[in-house]
């Protein structure tokens, strides 16, 4: 599978999802890829952060089918921004899934950060990080316990936009389904049998109460995804792209672009000098 997909002139320019041959396609190399990685580390299995949000409901369907339920292993890991359903949302899908899982309780952790350095709590954000890199420790800490490697659930709208934390939910061994746009997620996870609610669910990473993606990012992902495809990953130049798409203008374009280029350092290995050069 291409890290993009074909765009079709004679579709919807907002509508990137597969065709049904495409999507069969899709869910047979992710769940290949899956196994591939954890055979090639010699690994007993995967740790997966579950948020109850499609991305990590998306990927833990993929990993049951491609490791059995003895092969995953759940972690839901709620703090006190965090909406009790949400939390109620990931050990939903655990249970449906017939995994092994565990609740574990990270605001205790987080305080002890909080605590440690307080003028630091001034910054919602940094704050707000410390939620997600804390998960991110725990993943590691149970899967090298376990033999096990770490999945992430990141998607290529969130990538490609810097739209996550720096060694936080991107401290993984892998992303199954990174090279997907957050529509094809959805799509995906309906075909996988996921329940209608949790397909349909407002984005949210949960660093603060009351967030949501979009608000944060000033587009609507189907938005987002479209100028991605069309002008970023895509052929066309930004004038093309506004007269394509009758939802968005100049602004939304450069906002995007902006995103795309300041996120950059998110994308690479840290940056070391040529020592001779």
Not at 172 to 186: A, E, F, H, S, T
Not at 206 to 211: C, I, L, N, S
Not at 258 to 269: D, I, Q, T
Request: hydrophobic fraction near 40%; charged fraction near 25%; include cysteine.
């Amino acid at each position: 599978m291409s890290s993009t997909p074909e765009i079709r002139s004679e579709l919807d320019p907002l509508d990137l999802r597969f065709s049904e041959a495409e999507l069969e396609t899709v869910r047979n190399r992710l769940v290949g890829f899956i196994q591939d990685v954890v055979d090639d580390a010699g690994a007993d299995g995967a740790v997966l952060g579950l948020s109850g949000g499609i991305d990590s409901t998306t990927t833990a369907y993929l990993a049951a089918e491609a490791l059995g339920t003895d092969g995953l292993h759940g972690l839901v890991m709620p703090s006190e921004v965090n909406d009790p359903e949400t939390m109620s949302d990931a050990e939903r899908v655990a249970t449906d899934l017939g995994i092994e899982y565990d609740v574990l309780e990270i605001q205790p952790i987080a305080e002890q950060f909080f605590e440690t350095f307080p003028e630091a709590t001034e910054s919602r954000m940094a704050m707000g990080n410390v939620y997600v890199r804390t998960r991110g420790v725990l993943n590691y800490f149970v899967a090298n316990a376990q033999n096990r490697i770490v999945l992430g659930t990141g998607n290529r709208s969130e990538a490609m936009t810097g739209y996550f934390t720096k060694y936080g939910d991107q401290a993984v061994d892998c992303n199954p389904i990174g090279g997907l746009y957050k529509q094809q997620v959805r799509q995906l996870a309906a075909s996988l049998g996921v329940a209608a609610d949790l397909v349909t669910q407002t984005p949210t990473a949960g660093m603060w109460v009351g967030q949501t993606d979009e608000d944060e990012m000033g587009l609507s992902y189907d938005t987002l995804d479209a100028i991605l495809a069309l002008h970023i990953d895509g052929p066309l130049s930004e004038a093309a792209t506004v007269r394509l798409l009758d939802s968005v203008d100049h602004d939304d374009i450069d906002r995007v672009t902006s995103l795309v280029a300041g996120s950059e350092h998110k994308r690479s290995m840290p940056p070391a000098p040529d020592p001779l050069g």
